[in-house]
């Protein structure tokens, strides 16, 4: 069964040789003493996520067999890139962090075996395809960040960010958990895929559900009647009363928007049982209109000079007339109370009553035009519009239309509430409190890994939720999400000017990232997809960059082992270290978004698919702010080389490893830039495959 | 019979240990008949066959939060007071919300458990369900079925997130010093250097 199911081969590789690590470094530690073994367990690591890699590379990716594990598990197109990537990433984090981590005495090995969790977790999170699986991998990676946060004990301000983090990642872990089992309470299944099927069609439109519900089902029987009178009238024959065919269907749309209106007063329309009578009440009305308005088709007809059917008319206006009041004597023996129409019974056997009138009439109709064709037609009219009619006083049963509104809105709501959950942990801005605190306190080299490495995975889940399984609920979701994303933008750029700290600095940064990345998430089109993926992919592996020359530029009177630098610890760095400043300028231009860089190409791809969806004031104020965002990025281009200061800093020289590393992905930036083709077609493949 | 004989006494018990919990002068002992209380409710719960919600009982509330409040209560170390003069002081706010409970839990017994219509009838209590003769699966059985087989990857990442929070709590509670092993201080080797025996030639 395993090997049928090969499809999770990579995540079990990963999963037991965590389990192997764990095994051989608690057994070598107890036995020796606590030996410093960072540097073999690092590379150990580096080499089982090299391994899972390559197993993810080597998949077929067989259509038929994406999914597996009673559909819970998925390995699709999307999650095989983006764990691609992940792992990636990963490996250029753990080779940087080796230096950063000798340096500080992080002596426990257990670091990169939580590294290695949080890893497996993110890996897990990709091709989730149910909650249930969702929310265990959620769990994995952010409890392994809480311990990587409060990693280093003998600083006061790790355990604080660890403590902020656990307590506020629980909150929004909950907040997802808590919207996950309103969606199992509503609609009795945990999986996307059934989610999918169960609102694929364009459901929920607008707002006011209840209502519109109504309408389109009454404007699917009026179709059915407009049809069928213009059939009826093509049946005929008559080319002249093709014009009151067209006086019809406009009649028919008044009726339409007569029911609406009527149906429309959310007041007076669900109460208790009273609430058939009603309805029948509107029936009834809608069914004096239809008389009407065949009187009003009679008088055309007479005007068109039709001698013969002017007294088929008036002997059908009389005997119209004769039905009402026999039906009226009929109705009206002793024991039935004659004022008092409000009885269910009564109503009830009236509709039938004056459904079958009217039917009666539009066969006397057609009698008295003397087409002998018609007959037919009109024997099969009538079925459907008693079925019709049937059908409708179905329809209209308010509990099942009370039903479903409220499940409608049940389930927004539990959207809403995944939304908040998911928007704690990538950092947007209403939700992000927890980020300055907790990204400072902590060490720098978990900074690092959990401010670049799992917003891509996040990302691929809200994907796959909101895309994949609740698209049809878009319009719901999608202000909240332009609301986030307003908020987050203007606060990441107005909060990062007042920072002089590079790790808060850096932290404001990411927060207006996540708000650019959730523009194109809002905008729901392809493009908007493929925009979105290629902005993450390039907001990481500049991240990446940056944050390496951060762990890279060790001062040397550091007495303190701090953890964080202040803006001014990289002064004249472009004399100290030349290359090392061109590298850090190149990049902060990416990430500011300045024309030549990728970082331009990807932003502006956004801002166009912004405005392809008509978010025009979205796109202006995130224009403008991304335009006073750029100030700090220049303000600390100016520190590196233009400052008024005549001694620089002394940093640690730089070992060969790390060089290399930093040179590779300067020149990965530079290349993406010259041909970033190679990006936006994995991209648009990915945007692609998403809806599969 | 014996049914009904096991179910009187755990609930005799369940009812008199809760009211030891809250009349017990010492905190030590009322925590005590605490747990008391959540065992004779899990046995409870093991009689009427939800034999899964009975262990978890057992397993969170005796194993994890009565133990907790244990500590709690030893690690306060309180005194035990003569209570015995200001109990009635408690005694409207407490007459209150018994009161508001009573009438719930009346409510929502007059509305779910109505009277056996076969009562009075031959066929009292004469409903046998044969397939539970047969073949019957307990409840922690079934549960274990669908866990194995369907859910066995969030099974498997569920004992994963275990291992991490063991791993967890390790590393942020263990004290390892270095220095023990690497840079420990051997003083007759200290006191027997001259410099003479400092430079080694290789």
């Given at each position: ?6 499809v ?13 690590l764990?095994?051989?470094?608690t057994?070598l ?9 960072q ?16 197993l ?5 990716l067989?259509?038929?067999?994406l999914s597996?594990?009673?559909?819970t598990?998925?390995?699709d ?5 983006s764990?691609?990537i ?6 250029f ?6 230096s950063y ?12 075996l939580?590294i290695?969790?949080?890893i497996?977790?993110?890996?897990l999170?990709?091709?989730?395809n149910d909650f ?25 301000f ?8 656990f ?6 872990s ?13 609609t009795?299944?945990v999986?996307?895929d059934?989610?999918r099927?169960l609102f ?5 439109k607008?707002?006011f ?10 404007l ?23 014009d ?8 028919l749309s008044?009726?339409?928007d007569?029911?609406v209106?009527i149906?429309y007063k ?8 009273i609430e058939?009578?009603?309805l029948a009440?509107?029936i ?7 008389i009407?308005f065949i009187?009003?088709l009679?008088?055309s007809l ?8 002017l007294?088929t ?11 009402i009041?026999?039906?009226?004597d009929?109705?009206?023996?002793g ?21 079958k ?6 066969e006397y ?7 002998k ?5 009109s024997?099969?009219?009538?079925e459907?519009?008693s079925?019709e ?20 809105n ?20 209403p939700f992000?409190?927890w ?9 720098t080299s978990?900074?690092f890994?959990?401010?670049?490495v799992?917003?891509?995975?996040i990302?691929?889940l809200?994907l ?5 399984s ?16 307003i ?5 990441g750029s ?11 600095l850096?932290v ?12 194109s998430?809002s905008a ?8 979105l ?16 020359i ?22 004249l760095?472009?004399k ?5 400043a ?7 231009f990416?990430?500011?978004?300045f024309p030549?860089?990728i ?8 801002f ?5 969806s ?8 995130s ?7 750029t100030?700090y ?7 590196l080389?233009f400052?008024?200061?005549?001694v ?7 070992n060969f ?6 040179t590779f ?11 970033p083709t ?11 495959l998403?809806?599969? | ?7 009187y ?7 008199a240990?809760?009211?030891?919990v809250?009349?017990a002068q010492?905190?030590?002992?009322s925590?005590?008949?605490?747990v008391?209380?959540?065992?004779s409710?899990?046995s409870?719960?093991?009689l ?18 009565a133990?907790l ?12 007071p ?10 409207p ?12 839990i009346?409510?929502?017994?007059a509305?779910t458990f109505?009277t056996?219509?076969?009562k009075n009838?031959?066929l009292?209590?004469?409903y046998?369900?044969?397939y539970d003769k ?11 079925q669908?866990v ?16 991490l929070?063991?791993?967890?709590a ?5 004290n ?13 080797k200290?006191?027997s ?9 290789m």
């Amino acid at each position: 069964m395993l090997f049928k199911e090969i499809v999770i081969f990579s995540e079990l590789f990963l999963g037991i040789s965590i389990i192997y690590l764990v095994m051989h470094c608690t057994f070598l530690a107890v036995q020796n003493k606590y030996p410093l073994i960072q540097t073999s367990v690092l590379y150990l690591s580096v080499l089982s996520i090299f391994f899972s890699v390559y197993l993810v590379f080597n998949e077929p990716l067989n259509v038929l067999e994406l999914s597996c594990l009673n559909n819970t598990f998925i390995n699709d197109y999307t999650s095989f890139l983006s764990k691609l990537i992940i792992g990636n990433l990963s490996v250029f984090c753990l080779l940087m962090m080796q230096s950063y981590i000798l340096n500080q005495k992080i002596n426990n090995f257990e670091y990169f075996l939580l590294i290695l969790f949080a890893i497996l977790g993110l890996f897990l999170l990709c091709s989730a395809n149910d909650f249930l699986t969702a929310y265990l991998a959620i769990e994995l990676q952010s409890l392994s960040f809480y311990v990587l946060a409060a990693f280093k004990k003998n600083s006061t301000f790790s355990v604080d960010a660890g403590i902020k983090y656990f307590i506020l990642g629980a909150f929004a872990s909950s907040m997802f958990l808590f919207g996950s089992s309103l969606l199992y309470g509503v609609t009795g299944t945990v999986n996307f895929d059934d989610f999918r099927i169960l609102f694929m069609g364009d459901f929920p439109k607008n707002n006011f559900i209840e209502d519109v519900d109504l309408a389109i089902n009454i404007l699917d029987t009026s179709k059915i009647t407009i049809d069928f009178i213009e059939d009826l009238l093509e049946s005929l024959e008559c080319k002249k009363v093709l014009d009151t065919s067209e006086i019809l269907s406009e009649l028919l749309s008044y009726k339409i928007d007569k029911l609406v209106d009527i149906f429309y007063k959310p007041g007076d329309f669900p109460k208790n049982s009273i609430e058939n009578v009603d309805l029948a009440i509107n029936i009834l009305d809608t069914s004096k209109i239809t008389i009407d308005f065949i009187e009003d088709l009679l008088e055309s007809l007479e005007c068109k000079e039709c001698k013969k059917v002017l007294n088929t008319s008036e002997i059908l206006s009389e005997l119209l007339s004769y039905e009402i009041d026999e039906l009226v004597d009929i109705y009206k023996p002793g024991d039935f109370p004659k004022n008092s129409i409000i009885e269910d019974v009564d109503l009830a056997i009236n509709l039938l009553d004056t459904s079958k009138i009217t039917i009666d009439f539009i066969e006397y109709l057609l009698e008295s035009l003397e087409c002998k064709k018609v007959l037919n037609t009109s024997e099969i009219l009538s079925e459907l519009l008693s079925y019709e009619i049937d059908e409708l006083v179905d329809i209209y049963k308010p509990e099942t239309v009370n039903f479903y509104s409220d499940n409608i809105n049940l389930i927004k709501f539990a959207l809403v509430f995944i939304l908040i959950g998911l928007f704690f942990k990538i950092t947007v801005a209403p939700f992000h409190i927890w980020a300055p605190d907790v990204y400072e306190g902590s060490p720098t080299s978990s900074t690092f890994f959990f401010s670049v490495v799992p917003k891509l995975a996040i990302f691929v889940l809200l994907l796959r939720i909101f895309y994949y399984s609740f698209f049809s609920f878009v319009d719901s979701w999608r202000h909240f999400v332009v609301l986030v994303v307003i908020f987050s933008i203007i606060v990441g750029s107005f909060g990062g000017l007042e920072q002089r700290k590079l790790k808060s600095l850096l932290v404001y940064s990411t927060i207006s990232h996540m708000g650019y990345s959730l523009i194109s998430f809002s905008a729901g089109t392809f493009e908007s997809l493929q925009m979105l993926l290629s902005y993450l992919i390039v907001y990481s592996f500049s991240g990446l960059c940056v944050w390496s020359i951060f762990l890279v530029t060790n001062l040397k009177n550091n007495y303190f082992q701090k953890q964080n630098k202040d803006l001014t610890d990289l002064v004249l760095l472009g004399k100290s270290n030349y290359m090392l400043a061109i590298f850090f300028t190149t990049v902060l231009f990416s990430i500011a978004g300045f024309p030549p860089m990728i970082g331009f190409l990807v932003k502006m791809g956004i801002f166009l698919t912004a405005m392809e969806s008509s978010m025009y004031f979205v796109a202006l104020i995130s224009i403008l702010c991304s335009v006073i965002g750029t100030f700090y990025y220049i303000r600390l281009i100016k520190i590196l080389y233009f400052e008024k200061v005549l001694v620089g800093k002394l940093y640690y020289p730089i070992n060969f490893q790390n060089s290399v590393l930093i040179t590779f992905l300067f020149f990965l930036l530079l290349f993406l830039f010259v041909n970033p083709t190679l990006l936006f077609l994995i991209s648009h493949k990915f945007s692609l495959l998403v809806f599969i | 019979m014996i049914f009904n004989i096991l179910f009187y006494t755990f609930s005799s018990v369940l009812l008199a240990s809760s009211f030891m919990v809250i009349t017990a002068q010492n905190a030590v002992y009322s925590v005590l008949f605490l747990v008391l209380s959540f065992l004779s409710a899990a046995s409870l719960l093991f009689l009427l066959k939800c034999e899964f919600l009975s262990l978890v009982f057992i397993l969170i509330y005796v194993g994890a939060i009565a133990i907790l409040f244990l500590f709690v209560v030893m690690m306060l170390d309180l005194k035990t007071p003569n209570r015995s003069e200001n109990n009635l002081r408690y005694f409207p706010f407490g007459f209150i919300i018994g009161s508001v409970f009573l009438t719930e839990i009346i409510l929502v017994i007059a509305e779910t458990f109505k009277t056996n219509p076969y009562k009075n009838s031959v066929l009292t209590n004469f409903y046998v369900n044969w397939y539970d003769k047969i073949d019957v699966f307990t409840e922690i059985q079934s549960i274990g079925q669908v866990v194995y087989t369907q859910y066995v990857l969030q099974f498997l990442v569920a004992g994963n997130v275990l291992l991490l929070a063991t791993l967890a709590a390790v590393v942020l509670t263990i004290n390892t010093s270095v220095k023990s092993n690497n840079k420990t201080q051997i003083i007759f080797k200290q006191l027997s250097r001259n410099y003479k025996n400092v430079l080694i030639k290789m």
